[in-house]
């Protein structure tokens, strides 16, 4: 079972790390847009996912009106969650945690943390993804989500509205959103930085 698992806005600071675990832990197609070339961590992806998390950084005042976080586990980094802002007052919600991870509960003890940011932000929260991604469905219906496929293997799901006290605007928030959060290491070395 995962331990103190907390979210905090993704910073300039901690878009390296967040790109260490990626690298190390998590295969392109799992964590970012595609880009052409060929596979595994070119130089080309690691560079377009610097660009896309730091053209975020700005959250919901900024071109994406995107909450980016970083995904702690015992403080440590372990992946990354986001509140995009949809049409009609919605936020699709996206997670996506690093292969060793994976199935101890980290997606599962995060979800209320993220719903609570939705929540301070007034958003209803929705989410995509395919009707082969199990992990995913479970997670989703585990908290209460209606889902619906179209068919094609698109599955989209509603979330239900939760009452929180996320502040998706301030700093530090996962301590208070978690209650037992430590913050990132800071200056978590990172080898594999571009
Ligand atoms: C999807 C993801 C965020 C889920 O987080 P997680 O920490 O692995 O999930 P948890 O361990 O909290 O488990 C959540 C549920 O999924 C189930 N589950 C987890 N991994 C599973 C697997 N490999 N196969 C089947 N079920 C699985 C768990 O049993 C649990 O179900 P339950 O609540 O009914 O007991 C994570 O696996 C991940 O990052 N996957 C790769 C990226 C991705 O697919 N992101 C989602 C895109 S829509």
Redesign the pocket.
Known sequence: M?DEVAITRLREETVTDLLAVAVED?DPE??MPPVAGPPGWTEARRSAFLGHHRARLSGLDGPHQELGYLVLDDGEPV?AARLARQPHGRFEA????GRS?????????LMPLLLAEAAAVGGDVV????AG????I??L??HGARLAEDGAGAVHAELPRRVGKGDPDGEGQAARVAGSCRPPPAGRSSPLSP
Do not use: K, P
Request: hydrophobic residues 55%; positive net charge; aromatic residues 4%.
């Open positions: 995962a998590a799992d964590v992946g996206g997670v996506w945690l991870a994976r199935g101890r509960g980290i997606g599962s003890a989410a995509a993804t395919t991604n199990v992990a995913a479970a997670l219906r585990r």
